[in-house]
């Protein structure tokens, strides 16, 4: 006869048999770990869906700020004000002239994305002092006249706020114009 391995009455109960409460017992634990690994799964991709769609929403508006900027500041100079005018103007009144529901909403409208949402990035994006240190670039880069797509660069491709830029066909106002609905920027 062979030797059998002895095991405390805690750890081994090979030769008992399990009474079914036991089993059942184990059966409901088994249910609430799965329950809570489900559960769990589930939360982590709903947070990872809301953090991509809350980077969208800061794509998105970095580039439609971007290209109010670029008109905005073209606008300003167009009624005689001189560059540097025109430039501090957009930093101290950004929240009238660039951050504001108004001036966003066709772009939010067209991307199907919350007008208050795109108007906290904005705040979020562009100081509202011209002097403070973080808005030198743009402000240098506004001052040179530079193009908008210089200023989409700078704003989100290098802040890495976007990883890819709208092309042509992306951008929504060169859908304005062939729409006529085209709002007062």
């Known amino acids: 006869p062979q030797p059998r391995a002895v ?10 048999p399990q009474p079914l409460s ?10 609430v770990i799965l329950s809570c690994l489900i559960h769990a799964s589930l939360w982590t991709s709903a947070v990872a869906k809301s953090e991509k769609s809350g980077t969208k929403v800061k794509c998105d508006a ?8 670029s008109t ?3 606008k300003i100079v167009s009624n005689s004000t001189n560059n540097f005018e025109a430039v501090g103007q957009l930093f101290s009144d950004r929240d009238k002239l ?3 529901e108004e001036k966003l909403e066709p772009y939010a409208t067209h991307l199907n994305q919350k007008v208050g949402r795109m108007v906290k990035a904005c705040k979020s994006l562009v100081p509202d ?3 403070y240190k973080s808005a030198q670039p743009l402000k240098q880069i506004l001052s040179e006249q530079a193009p908008r797509t210089s ?3 700078l704003l989100c491709e290098d802040s890495k706020v976007c990883d890819a830029v709208w092309t042509k066909e992306e951008e929504p106002w060169r859908h304005w114009k062939g729409k006529g609905s085209k709002k007062e920027l």
């Open 7 to 16: 095991c405390p009455a805690r750890v081994c109960r090979l030769n008992k």
């Open 22 to 31: 036991s089993m059942m017992g184990r059966a409901a634990q088994l249910f």
């Open 98 to 100: 660039v951050c504001s």
């Open 151 to 153: 200023i989409t660069k």
């Open 129 to 131: 002092k011209a002097e």
């Open 62 to 69: 970095c580039q439609s700020v971007a290209h109010l900027l």
């Open 72 to 74: 905005t500041r073209k």
